[in-house]
């Protein structure tokens, strides 16, 4: 597999499956921004793509920290009763995590306006 069939299927395994409601809700929040960013990568002109390269990143990265909290808030519920680590990944999931822009306005060529 290359290496976004890699990142959605460790998404998958971190988020699918989880029992709390809320957690689950966040794991297919995770999965959907990282499927938005595939389709954005892969629909992108290689400029715009360049432009988005960091939200592109900070998107992927952000989306995969949050599937590991929700695995191991599920795990910390399951194993010791904990919620501390559930609130944690809730929060996470609650600021931005897809930072990609659908709409990539080329301030480049602002530049050359007078």
């Given amino acids: 597999p290359g290496p ?3 990142i959605l299927a460790q998404a998958d395994e971190l988020t699918v499956g989880v ?3 809320e957690l689950a809700a966040a794991g297919a929040r995770a999965r ?3 499927a938005h960013a595939q389709r954005w990568a892969g629909a992108t002109t290689p400029p715009a ?3 988005g390269a960091r939200r592109l990143a900070l998107t992927i ?3 995969l920290a949050l599937a ?3 695995d191991h808030a599920a ?3 399951a194993h010791e009763q904990d919620g501390r680590a559930r609130a944690a990944a809730l929060r996470f999931a609650v600021s931005p995590v897809d930072l990609i822009l659908d709409e990539d306005h080329d301030d480049t060529l ?3 306006e007078p």
Avoid: F, K, N, Y
Wanted: glycine residues 8%.
């Fill in 68 to 70: 590991l909290l929700i």
């Fill in 32 to 34: 959907a921004a990282l």
């Fill in 75 to 77: 795990w910390s519920l």
């Fill in 49 to 51: 793509l360049e432009r």
């Fill in 19 to 21: 029992g709390d409601p």
């Fill in 61 to 63: 990265g952000r989306a």
């Fill in 110 to 112: 602002l530049a050359d």
């Fill in 4 to 6: 976004w069939e890699a």
